[in-house]
């Protein structure tokens, strides 16, 4: 009798709710520990347990019932996967490249060490060390926390002297991260998976654009990119998930700087399925989902050819249309061959609640996908009459 592995995902968020499918495909079972009995994942799930991922014993149970554990966010205390790796639980990523996506001080670091571009940064403990820092790089600088942070929490940019005591109460007795302001022309991110035997296979560079700080659409592959640039980012995607022993689907998130330095700048890395992923899941052969499970379970690794030569994703937030479904009819008749992401959360605004994908027909410039993907995100969100006419 053939048996078929168990994954187990702590967190319970939309990255977990996709990676279901994938799963049932591929007949894998999926367990997961969500926050709470409402969060997205839990619907689509069949073994979804709650529990508390903070404390030792729920985490340990959760373990004991799976063959491999990964995640759905890097929130996860080390210590407390350090523990388990001891005891003989099967962990990807691991905890020691985990670290890395966890506490972006050690991700600087790790950065420098590779000798790849980072902007000027600094361990600080106070606003003095602050003003330090920007006699010797200039105004503004960006003050974050090392951990914790997402969607522009825990970031916060100061523009002169003027707006230090804004950032007195950041300090509460551990290092902060200072960084120059970089003026970078727009964000770029490589997704890179990895797995454990060492096979490691990207996906093109994507330009990732962003509103208030949370990702608001993906452009693949990365319009007018130069192709040695390319190569080069690609280059530093894999050196990193090989050097930090990532196993699984990684995000490098980077800065392009035109004529300044080798042209771009690390920002962060996120180790898990990401944001500017999702377009993978129609987009790509293999979709970012199906990857990080064939990763952690080491099988070998699907191709990520792009399916036509434009891919967008388009993030829906939440906004004054609170009834989706409803929606549905006017969506699907705006952009028929626009694919619609839900995550089954209850609608707030600005909150992440799915995502469109659209992909080019032979012959479509990028710039009628975007406008495709947009259109029926627009009325997801606002509840718009479909057009009088197909647009398609």
């Known amino acids: 009798m053939v048996t078929f592995p168990v994954i187990g995902v702590v967190g319970g968020g939309q990255l977990a709710r996709m990676m279901s499918g994938p799963a049932v495909e591929l007949g894998l079972e999926l367990h997961v520990l969500a926050e709470g009995p409402d969060v997205s994942a839990v619907a689509a799930v069949a073994h979804a347990q709650v529990g508390d991922y903070r404390d030792r014993e729920t985490l340990r149970a959760f373990a004991a019932g799976v063959d491999v554990v990964t995640f759905d966010h890097e929130h996860v205390p080390g210590g407390l996967l350090e523990e388990l790796e001891r005891e003989g639980v099967v962990i990807h990523p691991s905890p020691a490249a985990l670290i890395h996506a966890q506490d972006k001080l050690v991700m600087r670091r790790a950065v420098d060490d590779l000798g790849l571009p980072n902007p000027q940064w600094r361990a600080v403990t106070e606003t ?7 006699d010797e790089t200039g105004w503004p600088v960006v003050l974050k926390t090392p951990r914790g942070g997402y969607d522009g929490k825990g970031v916060l940019v100061l523009r002169d002297a003027a707006a230090l005591p804004a950032a007195e109460s950041w300090f509460t007795g551990g290092e902060l991260l200072v960084e120059q302001f970089v003026p970078f022309s727009r964000e ?6 990895r797995r454990p035997s060492g096979e490691a296979i990207t996906w093109p560079v994507v330009e990732s654009i962003q509103v208030d700080s949370v990702c608001d659409e993906v452009l693949a592959p ?10 080069s980012l690609t280059a530093a995607a894999l050196r990193l998930a090989e050097s930090l022993g990532v196993t699984g689907v990684m995000a490098v998130e980077l800065f392009e700087t035109p004529g300044v330095g ?14 500017s992923g999702h377009w993978t899941m129609d987009g790509s052969v293999t979709g970012q989902f199906e990857q990080h499970l064939r990763a952690v379970l080491d099988l070998p690794l699907g191709s990520t050819e792009p399916v036509a030569q434009h891919a967008v994703m388009k993030n829906v937030l939440g ?8 929606a549905y009819r006017s969506a699907f008749s705006s952009g028929p061959s626009a694919k619609v992401h839900i995550y089954g959360k209850d609608v707030r605004p600005g909150r992440k609640i799915g995502h469109v994908n659209a992909l080019a027909g032979p012959g479509e ?7 495709r993907a947009a259109r029926v995100a627009a009325i997801l969100r606002d509840g718009m009459e479909a057009p009088s006419t197909n647009q398609e």
Do not use: I, K, Q
């Not at 990365?222 to 190569?231: E, F, K, N, T, V």
């Not at 080798?262 to 944001?275: I, T």
């Open 365 to 371: 410039p990028l710039a009628a996908v975007r406008a």
């Open 128 to 134: 003095a060390g602050v003003e330090a820092f920007a």
């Open 262 to 275: 080798v042209g771009y700048l690390v920002n962060e890395l996120a180790m898990r399925p990401h944001n």
């Open 188 to 193: 770029l991110s490589v997704l890179v998976a």
């Open 319 to 326: 906004g004054s249309n609170t009834d989706l479904y409803g």
């Open 222 to 231: 990365a319009p007018g990119l130069p192709d040695d640039l390319a190569a």
